[in-house]
């Protein structure tokens, strides 16, 4: 009943910049964090950026000082402005959320999207 949908990958050559989209729709009571994720082929699903609801953000040092993470709380909705990107940027990028479905569920729930691809050429 909760579902969210990302946006806005391609192709793009490196040091040129992308813009990610994530919406969530269904049931939503409140959104707590909400984060991005890549997965690069081969390896290991990591961390990119996380936004509180608050606004408070966290990167990793691999994207600090080049990408962006924003939120609209009542859109319910976040973005990713990515800049000068590497080809060690590419994969597939997720959206994650933890999201309060219910006022007397008190305890929230993580929630993927289905992924993105950005790919980063030399």
């Known amino acids: 009943q909760v579902r969210l949908v990302e946006s806005g990958g391609g192709l793009v050559q490196a040091g040129g910049s992308l813009r990610l989209s994530c919406a969530a729709s269904?049931?939503?009571?409140?959104?707590?964090?909400m984060g991005w994720y890549r997965q690069a082929p081969g390896k290991q699903r990591e961390w990119v950026a996380t936004i509180s609801s608050g606004g408070s953000t966290n990167y990793a040092d691999s994207v600090k000082d080049r990408f962006t993470i924003s939120r609209d709380n009542a859109k319910n909705t976040m973005s990713l402005q990515m800049n000068s990107l590497k080809p060690e940027d590419t994969a597939v990028y997720y959206c994650?959320?933890?999201?309060?479905?219910?006022?007397?569920?008190?305890?929230?729930?993580?929630?993927w999207g289905q992924g993105t691809q950005v790919t980063v050429s030399s």
């Open positions: 994650n959320a933890r999201i309060r479905t219910s006022p007397s569920n008190y305890a929230d729930a993580p929630y």
């Open positions: 269904g049931i939503i009571f409140s959104i707590n964090a």
